[in-house]
């Protein structure tokens, strides 16, 4: 739960981010901001499954880095990304509408 809350903050930094520079610099420089939060979030997951993978885990845990890796990153970042890919679809539908 830790892990999808963490991520969930990490594409809305990157969501906001987005929307900052566009604001900060007076004109559109990057049209689509969901997709930006979605490359910091794989970005940000790329270097917790690097660290994951490269360092030994604690004594009482022996479930292995893959089981880790699968609950605290390839789980969480598959939620965010189907939930975004939803709300892209749900506002491509809305637009379409008449």
Known sequence: MG???????????GYYAAHLLNWMMGRI??????????VLVLTVST????KIVTTSPPHDHGDGAGYALGLYVILPVT????????????????????
């Open 3 to 13: 892990a999808l809350i963490f991520y969930i903050v990490i594409y809305f930094i």
């Open 29 to 38: 420089l990057i049209r689509n901001r969901r997709i930006a939060g979605l």
């Open 79 to 98: 939620i965010v990304i189907i939930a975004v890919l939803y709300f892209m679809w749900q506002e491509k539908q809305d637009e379409d509408a008449p």
């Open 47 to 50: 270097f917790h499954a690097y």
